[in-house]
C-alpha cells in the first residue's frame, strides 16, 4: 500500500513536470476548481455531461479546457490524481466499508499510482473513459467490487420509460413504485473497461456478494441497478458467454426491461466480436439494450443462498 508520504513526493514530482512544459501555468491554472469540477463528475456520464452544476460553470469549464495545450494538461491530470488519492486515503479507513472493498480500493490507487509513472502522457486525456472512471473512484464517488466492475450510488436510469414502448411504461412505473419501492437510490453497476480481463461468470458472482454486503451496509439502498447491451437476451444465442450477465439476476428475482438503445449501445456490442459484425451487416442482428432492477431482498436471499452451497 502507497504511503502519504510517497504521495506527497509524486504531488511534487508532477508539478515539477508541469512546469518543464510551462512554468507560468502551475502560477496562472485555477487547479482548485479544476480539481473540484472534476471531484463531482460521475464516471458513467463522463465530463461533458455533468449534472451537477450549472450552464455557466460548464460554459466557464469548456473554455478553461479549449484554452490550454492538450500535453500539459494531460500532466495536469495526472496532478488530479495524485491529490484525489491523497484525500482518500485519508478518508477511506473512516466509512467503514464491507468485506474486502478497502482492499480494492487500494488495490486500484496502487495501479493509478504505478500509471503516473509508466503510462504516456495522452492516457490522461479528458476524452478517455478510463480515465473517466479512474477519478470516479479515486475520489471515492465509485465503489470497486471486484472484477470488471464498479458501481454507484444513483437513482435507476430513465432508459426504459422509453425503450418498450407504452405498455412496458406502465409496467416498469408499476414495478418502481410497487414491488421496487421506489427510483432511487440504487447501487448501478458499470463496467471498467482496462479490467476486461476479469470479464468472468465467478469474478461477476464475487462482485455482487460484495454488492449485497454493500447493501446490509446502507440500509437505505433499494437494490441493483444495471442496463446497457450485454443485458440482451439474444445474445445467450449469439454470444452466450456474455450470458451470464442477465441470466444470474433474472433467475434471482431481478425483473428485465427493454430498455433505449443508443449508438454507443450498437459501438460496443460490434467492436469486441467478429461475429457479432457479421450477423449485424446480414441484418441478422440488432443490439438492443435493457436494464435490470434487482430488489435488494432479492439480492440478500441469492447471497445466503449462495453462502450456503459454497459451504463453511
Known amino acids: 500500500m502507497i504511503s502519504l508520504d510517497f504521495i506527497v513526493g509524486e504531488i511534487d514530482r508532477l508539478t515539477e513536470d508541469v512546469a518543464e512544459l510551462d512554468r507560468d501555468f502551475v502560477k496562472e491554472f485555477p487547479f482548485e476548481e479544476y480539481l473540484a469540477y472534476l471531484r463531482d463528475v460521475k464516471s458513467y456520464l463522463g ?32 496532478l488530479v490524481f495524485a491529490f484525489l488519492i491523497r484525500e482518500s486515503v485519508t478518508r477511506l479507513p473512516r466509512w467503514n466499508l464491507p468485506c474486502d472493498v478497502p482492499d480494492l480500493y487500494r488495490q486500484w490507487f496502487d495501479r493509478v499510482m504505478k500509471d503516473l509513472r509508466e503510462l504516456p502522457d495522452d492516457s490522461f486525456r479528458l476524452e478517455s473513459e478510463e480515465f473517466i472512471v479512474d477519478v470516479g473512484v479515486c475520489c ?46 440504487y447501487w448501478v453497476i458499470h463496467t471498467a473497461t482496462r479490467y476486461l480481463p476479469l470479464f468472468r461468470p465467478e469474478e461477476m458472482d464475487r462482485a455482487y456478494m460484495r454488492i449485497a ?44 426491461f427493454r430498455s433505449r438503445t443508443v449508438q454507443a449501445d450498437i459501438d460496443w456490442a460490434l467492436s469486441r466480436s467478429s461475429i457479432r459484425r457479421r450477423l449485424y451487416k446480414e441484418g441478422a442482428y440488432r443490439p438492443s439494450a435493457h436494464a435490470y ?16 452451497d459454497d459451504g463453511p
Open 47 to 78: 465530463i461533458a455531461r455533468h449534472p451537477h452544476v450549472g450552464r455557466r460553470r460548464k460554459k466557464w469549464f469548456k473554455s478553461l479546457v479549449s484554452s490550454r495545450d492538450p500535453s500539459v494538461l494531460c500532466r495536469v491530470n495526472k
Open 140 to 185: 471515492l464517488r465509485s465503489i470497486p467490487v471486484g472484477g470488471a466492475w464498479v458501481v454507484q450510488r444513483s437513482r435507476v436510469g430513465l432508459g426504459p420509460f422509453v425503450g418498450g414502448g407504452p405498455w412496458q411504461f406502465f409496467r416498469y412505473l408499476s414495478y418502481m413504485l410497487g414491488e421496487a419501492g421506489g427510483y432511487s437510490p
Open 213 to 256: 454486503e454493500l447493501l446490509k451496509w446502507d440500509q437505505a439502498t433499494k437494490g441493483i441497478y444495471r442496463g446497457g447491451w450485454l443485458l440482451d437476451p439474444k445474445l445467450e444465442e449469439i454470444s452466450p458467454n456474455l450470458a451470464f450477465l442477465r441470466t444470474v439476476p433474472q433467475k434471482n428475482g431481478a425483473r428485465l
Open 293 to 308: 432492477i434487482w430488489p435488494r431482498e432479492a439480492v440478500l436471499a441469492w447471497a445466503d443462498r449462495r453462502k450456503r
